[in-house]
């Protein structure tokens, strides 16, 4: 292997778009309407979908949750406890934190330990959006 | 009906630019200065004015309003009350949710139960932005 | 029906994935590695990919594609002549109209005569990248 | 007067509608699908609305006619002829000025040869728009 190179463990498009189908299905077993977005290990979004009669503001919230997840390798809905635990980063990551999203809905999709990407729900309660964002990332977790 | 296809419904211009009118009116007669947006079922901006002597911010202000009721289908005025009651919630739908205005002067515009579009007003105390878009509303509803 | 209320014939979520795998299936057989964006007619973004390889502006580029195509109903690739042909439109379009992809790759998506949508693709060259529109179109048109 | 004071002479909030309005006039007689906005003489949004149809690039496109002819007081027409007529503004005008829309379709609205405002209209060819600009300047002008 090349010293100058490194390899990027990160979902690929095929995958990506599996996820997204099946978090669909199971919005759709669930009565939600959500978008759905899958980003790879870089942040990137590589695979979105949003359901009929999601709010458009969903489309937004979706791609925000999925980048949270895969950049921080963590559950979007840890961030609640982790800023009530530390005053500077509950007074500042909100803000300071480009597209930071500190509630449910958003999980990184692990292969071996390691995160090759995220996906983010939108367009119900979070604690809805965080069970149709299991069942997408259930396909490679 | 073609299966590829679904139909939004949505306010129309006419309609619109009819609830501008009427909020103006009702604005002057309670001593209001504002800036009055209508936006459609997709969020997007069909009428608006800013009366003479509206903050500059209040642009801004009202378009957003109008666009967070129309695309939660919810009175803007009711996330207060969302947020008090959900931690994750209040601590982070402020910064992670584009455009959202969680006190009063948004409201969705409805037509037999469904969401046709949403009217947003700024200038004065939220308390009074709520009347004056209730004034606009209700050429509708 | 009441007269405050249009109705937008969009494409469905389902029926834009589904154009999307299309798109893919085409770019795999012709060793294209594309992203793929469907808009709906009120250019908002339904189905997204970006496959394996593909540029990372491509995934710009699909979505600006897709959105030039759906606002105007007409296919991106005839913007060429229509600024050649009007001195005016050649000088100010590429600057003045936000988004705008004056070369292929984008069509719309009709049913009917009525354009419920677009459909943009870029990772190739352009005249590549039509025909890999085409065929996710082909799922509607 | 206090010497500390300068009067912005600019268009009202009643008359910008009252143009807006003469402009949806014109352009249903013309079968014309505009957006329309009106600003004041200091760039900023006072009347606007998008009628019925009209593709959603014109949102932007008028908002920003407007602005480029109550900016620099002259027909967005113009521009083109100044550009082809000056090279070093020719070349950098379209990107190096924000919102620069160099062909036809906005108007300045003049009141005793001073500029109080600017409409600006897209949807049709900018020949047809400019048309329906000038049916709203006329209230005025």
Same mark, same amino acid.
Do not use: C
């Given at each position: 292997?090349? /010293? /100058? *190179?490194?390899?990027?463990?990160?979902? @690929?498009?095929? @995958?990506?778009?599996?996820?997204?189908?099946?978090?669909?299905?199971? +919005?759709? +077993? /669930?009565? #939600?309407?959500?978008?759905?977005?899958? *980003?790879?290990?870089?942040?990137?979004?590589?695979?979105?979908?949003?359901?009929?009669?999601?709010? *458009?503001?969903?489309a937004?919230?979706? #791609? =925000?949750?999925a980048? @949270?997840?895969?950049?921080? !390798?963590?559950?979007?809905?840890?961030?609640?406890?982790l800023?009530?635990?530390?005053?500077?980063?509950?007074?500042?990551?909100?803000?300071?934190v480009?597209?930071? &999203?500190?509630?449910?809905?958003?999980?990184?999709?692990? *292969?071996? =330990?390691?995160?090759? !990407? !995220?996906?983010?729900?939108?367009?119900?309660?979070?604690?809805? =959006?965080?069970? &149709?964002?299991?069942?997408?990332?259930?396909?490679v977790?």
């Amino acid at each position: 292997m090349n /010293a /100058a *190179v490194r390899q990027i463990a990160s979902i @690929t498009s095929a @995958t990506a778009r599996r996820a997204v189908e099946a978090a669909v299905a199971a +919005a759709e +077993a /669930a009565g #939600q309407t959500s978008a759905i977005a899958v *980003v790879d290990a870089t942040g990137q979004l590589i695979a979105y979908t949003r359901m009929d009669g999601a709010p *458009v503001q969903a489309a937004q919230i979706a #791609q =925000d949750k999925a980048y @949270t997840a895969a950049g921080f !390798g963590m559950p979007t809905g840890q961030w609640h406890d982790l800023m009530a635990a530390d005053a500077p980063l509950g007074r500042g990551a909100g803000t300071a934190v480009d597209r930071l &999203v500190p509630f449910g809905g958003g999980l990184p999709i692990r *292969v071996d =330990d390691r995160t090759i !990407g !995220g996906i983010g729900v939108s367009g119900g309660h979070w604690s809805d =959006d965080d069970k &149709v964002a299991q069942a997408g990332a259930a396909v490679v977790n």
